[in-house]
């Protein structure tokens, strides 16, 4: 078993466990270079992200807004700016959350956008639809929301002459735990490597409130089970997953879930199949 997690971590390319403070605020220090060098590198000037108020998009705002700021203080450009994007469907259950990330966050622009008749009206033409169960539409539904939040960020982006930030990490990726084109669509990840447990330090590390470092993590995309802990669908906690991903034993179980999970997902961490 060690092998095979060593070979998944290498593909996932995981970041060792900060061995202190200061290899935590290099990484911090590492992955804002980064993002400013995709946006000079593009020719653009703005970064999109959308809040959900959960500790990845948190984490990646923090990391976006910090990188906006230096480059307008090192460049002199003020066109340089972050775009924080709220994507409700309707009246999302944990708007509290999302609005304490944003006041933490303190981003350049807000935009709101609420999905929900997007998603309504597209349903609403799928006759593909008819007579099938309700969990099964509500959890395609659930892949559509995702993918409407995606394009809602990719036309702010368009207008405003930007690139797409995405939160995925590797705590997540290992599981296959995102929409393929859909929230798995970005220009850049910064997050990319992290295990979970890294990304709520990087969070704390920023002075971010403990309520949303440690806040349950949520997909929250079916409306028959709102709010569902993304653990209650993996089968298995983020510390056993960043705990396989760092190398250490885990329950057989839970290994074998992971390792099952990772494979049965191959086919999101890759291009489309060409001949």
Do not use: W
């Not at 910090?66 to 994507?87: C, N, P, Q, S």
């Not at 890294?198 to 089970?225: H, M, N, W, Y």
């Not at 049965?264 to 060409?274: E, G, I, L, Q």
Request: net charge negative.
């Amino acid at each position: 078993m060690q092998a095979v997690q060593r070979e998944i971590a290498e593909q996932l390319k995981v970041q060792a466990p900060f061995a202190d403070d200061q290899a935590l605020q290099a990484e911090v220090a590492r992955r804002i270079t980064f993002i400013q060098d995709c946006l000079v590198n593009s020719g653009l000037k703005a970064l999109v992200l959308g809040i959900s108020g959960g500790v990845d998009s948190l984490t990646a705002g923090l990391l976006a807004q910090r990188a906006m700021r230096e480059l307008r203080e090192k460049t002199g450009d003020d066109r340089y700016k972050f775009i924080a994007v709220r994507l409700p469907y309707e009246t999302q259950f944990d708007e509290h959350d999302a609005k304490a990330s944003l006041d933490c966050i303190g981003p350049d622009e807000i935009h709101t956008v609420n999905i929900g008749p997007a998603v309504k009206a597209l349903a609403a033409q799928v006759s593909a639809f008819e007579g099938k169960p309700a969990a099964s539409v509500d959890f395609v539904l659930g892949n559509t929301k995702a993918r409407m939040r995606m394009v809602a960020q990719y036309t702010i982006a368009g207008a405003a002459g930007g690139l797409v930030i995405g939160t995925d990490h590797a705590a997540e990726a290992v599981m296959g735990f995102f929409t393929k084109f859909g929230d798995g669509a970005c220009d850049l990840a910064p997050l990319s490597g992290l295990v979970k447990n890294q990304v709520r330090a990087i969070a704390r590390s920023f002075g971010a409130p403990e309520s949303l470092v440690e806040k349950v993590p949520t997909a929250d995309l079916e409306d028959l089970s709102p709010g569902k802990p993304d653990e209650a669908a993996h089968g298995v906690t983020y510390t056993e997953i960043d705990a396989f991903l760092h190398g250490e034993t885990v329950r057989d179980e839970a290994a074998k879930i992971i390792v099952d999970t990772y494979n049965k997902t191959h086919h999101k961490r890759v291009m489309p199949f060409a001949p």
